[in-house]
């Protein structure tokens, strides 16, 4: 038989909060993560696997994940629109740092010319897209569920629709190039030979690896913080039951304002290292596909749990940029080994990666099927079911009226 | 208990409030007074305005006519989130727990207009953050075990059984230190012995937190048992006021819950016999 603690005077052993079992274990497992992340590289350099290149976007697209986790998971807010957030990140860096923007004439040689360095930029990024966050965030507040899905999709259908169509500022179709390299030590990011320190090496992509490990990194950080603030409380609660929150003292308003503001935030980081990684960036990188498999990412791992979204990104995303091509190699591989020519002609004509889209959409019907909450849930449900405590310790009694009459109560003036 | 007269000791001062919705009048210029301390109950039968009354206070709905002073000041215009912070905490008559989050995560979302940490302080953890989080921690688990729930803190509020669902709710009101307390049937659904602990936990919270307690509730013997004094509605109208037992007595009230004996002239001479 469990027992409540008793209260003794001068002693509050009942305000401990007990510890999550389920932290430990995951504690270790994020130390494996973290261990391999960090050295992949190296462990790519040294078994060849070739593969950095594809982490890079995959990362980045993560990333994007988190950030409308925040929006989609946490605030319960359905966006179909969130690569316009990320074009805006995106545009926005190319914007201060590109030759080819209309600023590249004005800023050189004025007192504004340190805009231009990539890291300012990344930085008004992230400020211009948390800004737009607001800015659409203000028209959706008093909509609802479905109503709300489609403002945001109509939002992420004119953002890529204006930058075709302000050519003089975003250069149309063509898309903005070069952009701004990040640096760091007098080295530039991506161009080789790299001198740090006079040792002359070359690095090829490697920099940009470890610039969006760091960017995701701190987004995790910022995230976790955040949810288990008073704010992620907010969001929670606005989530579950709206009218409830209210009733708990939650301006609704704000609250969804700080989500797509937080949430568009963390794009315009994205969307700066992007840039400047690919060196171009044009509109159809921003359609509406992409809103749709960051959100996809986001559904299949575990809507709000962002263990589950980092990995329903790795899968979406491994399976999209390493694992489509390999596995395609090594059918073909099979149809030749049996020597027969009809066989391998049937193995042949398999390509993954063109019925990419097929396996995608096949394995979410068979995800939200067999498990609607997603692969890591946000919160598991319970099995058996949860008693009371005996009779006798139900009735309150004197001591816990002390103890309830500790909790201040002093009166709001 | 002291029923001073003094306007002062009048937390919550309703007069003539009003709610149409179209055509039908669901709550009737209602005049309504709950002093510090006190433990109001809002009876009547199904569909008189209770919960619609409930919500007006609140802030949920607008009324169409009259006004609400809380604590001296009218709290017209308000929305709910507002009201909540001036110092009304409430719960719900279908359980609105935040079914997904921890029973402590709902206490403290109950602490939130007790709370001022916003998203900046919250992202580089400030010390006054961290401090105000400790101590909203504390005084959750504190409350926690005031409804005997705090070992289950950690666990979904969706995974408890009805009745600690009800405790939770109160727990998660208190936490919003309120000056008044609404509760919508709380005792709705409960089995006997769990409607005494309720009562029992009732009127332990308003001694202890020295709150007024607004209830509206159906089962006769929690109204009898807690309330000092009882208001009944009926078709939006206050149709009785007073301590339990005068209510009880109000032919009003009879009438109201067991309706009119249409008498014919036989049978009122039959009742002088047998009265």
Not at chain 1, 60 to 86: H, K, Q, R
Not at chain 1, 158 to 180: A, D, F, Q
Not at chain 1, 197 to 207: D, N, Q, V
Not at chain 1, 303 to 330: C, H, K, P, Y
């Amino acid at each position: 038989m469990q027992t409540a603690p008793r209260m003794t005077p001068g002693r509050r052993a009942y305000v401990e909060v007990p510890a999550d079992p389920q932290q430990t274990r995951n504690r270790i497992l994020q130390a494996i993560a973290v261990a391999f992340i960090v050295a992949y590289p190296f462990l790519d350099l040294l078994f060849g696997w070739q593969a950095l290149l594809a982490f890079i976007p995959m990362m980045l697209m993560i990333t994007l994940a988190l950030g409308l986790n925040i929006v989609v998971g946490y605030a319960g807010l359905l966006d179909l629109g969130y690569a316009a957030f990320y074009a805006i990140g995106a545009y926005a860096a190319a914007f201060f740092t590109s030759p080819n923007s209309p600023l590249a004439r004005v800023l050189p040689g004025s007192p504004f010319a340190w805009m231009q360095d990539f890291w300012v930029a990344m930085i008004m990024a992230v400020l211009v897209s948390g800004f737009a966050g607001a800015l659409l965030g203000a028209p959706t507040l008093r909509l609802r569920g479905d109503y709300l899905a489609l403002v945001t999709l109509g939002f992420g259908e004119i953002v890529p629709r204006l930058i075709k169509n302000l050519e003089p500022w975003t250069k149309g179709v063509k898309g903005m190039n070069p952009i701004g390299r990040p640096y760091l030590f007098g080295c530039q990011f991506g161009v080789d030979p790299c001198e740090i320190l006079g040792m002359k090496l070359k690095l090829g992509m490697i920099p940009y690896y470890y610039l969006t490990l760091v960017i995701g990194a701190i987004s995790i950080f910022a995230i976790i913080r955040l949810r288990n603030s008073r704010l992620g409380r907010a969001w929670a609660a606005i989530r579950d039951d709206e009218i409830a929150a209210q009733g708990m003292g939650i301006n609704p308003v704000t609250t969804k304002l700080w989500a797509f503001s937080l949430g568009a935030s963390f794009s315009g980081a994205t969307g700066a290292i992007f840039g400047a990684y690919l060196q171009t960036i044009s509109p159809d990188q921003f359609e509406y596909s992409t809103s749709v498999i960051v959100l996809c990412m986001v559904i299949l791992g575990g809507t709000g749990n962002i263990w589950g979204v980092m990995l329903g990104g790795l899968l979406i995303q491994s399976f999209d940029r390493i694992f489509a091509e390999r596995l395609t190699g090594w059918i073909h591989k099979a149809g030749a080994l049996t020597g027969d020519p009809t066989i391998t002609a049937a193995f042949n004509s398999f390509d993954l990666l063109k019925s990419r889209l097929l396996v995608f959409g096949l394995c979410l019907v068979l995800i939200m099927n067999l498990r609607p909450q997603g692969i890591l849930p946000n919160r598991k449900r319970r099995e058996t079911a949860l008693t009371d405590l005996p009779e006798e310790d139900l009735v309150p009694e004197e001591s816990v009226l002390i103890a309830g009459a500790d909790v201040p109560t002093e009166k709001p003036r | 208990m002291t029923a001073s007269n003094d306007s002062s000791d009048v937390v919550l001062d309703v007069t003539g409030l009003t709610k149409r919705f179209g055509g039908l009048i669901a709550v009737d210029s209602v005049d309504f007074q709950v002093r510090r301390r006190q433990i109001v109950s809002l009876i009547g039968p199904n569909g008189a305005g209770k919960t619609t009354f409930f919500n007006m206070v609140a802030g949920q709905y607008e009324p169409s006519a009259g006004r609400v002073i809380f604590n001296g000041k009218a709290l017209h215009g308000l929305r709910p989130h507002q009201i909540t912070a001036r110092g009304i905490g409430r719960t719900f008559q279908n359980i609105r727990l935040f079914t997904n989050e921890t029973l402590l995560e709902n206490v403290l979302v109950g602490m939130h207009s007790r709370l001022k940490s916003g998203p900046f302080a919250s992202l580089l953890r400030l010390p006054s953050q961290r401090r105000e989080e400790n101590e909203a921690r504390e005084k959750g688990m504190a409350l926690l075990h005031l409804v005997r729930l705090d070992r289950y803190a950690n666990e979904a509020a969706g995974n408890l059984p009805y009745g600690m669902q009800r405790r939770l709710e109160m727990a998660r009101a208190l936490a919003s230190e309120p000056q008044l307390l609404l509760l919508d049937e709380p005792t709705a659904g409960m089995n006997p012995q769990e409607t005494v602990n309720m009562i029992a936990l009732i009127r332990r919270v308003r001694d202890a937190f020295g709150v007024a307690v607004l209830l509206i509730e159906h089962d006769m013997q929690v109204v009898m048992g807690l309330s000092e004094r009882v208001t009944v509605l009926n078709y939006g109208q206050k149709i009785a006021e007073g301590t339990p037992l005068d209510v009880q007595r109000n032919d009003n009230v009879i009438e109201a819950y067991l309706g009119r004996r249409h008498k014919r002239p036989e049978d009122e001479a039959a009742d002088g016999g047998t009265h």
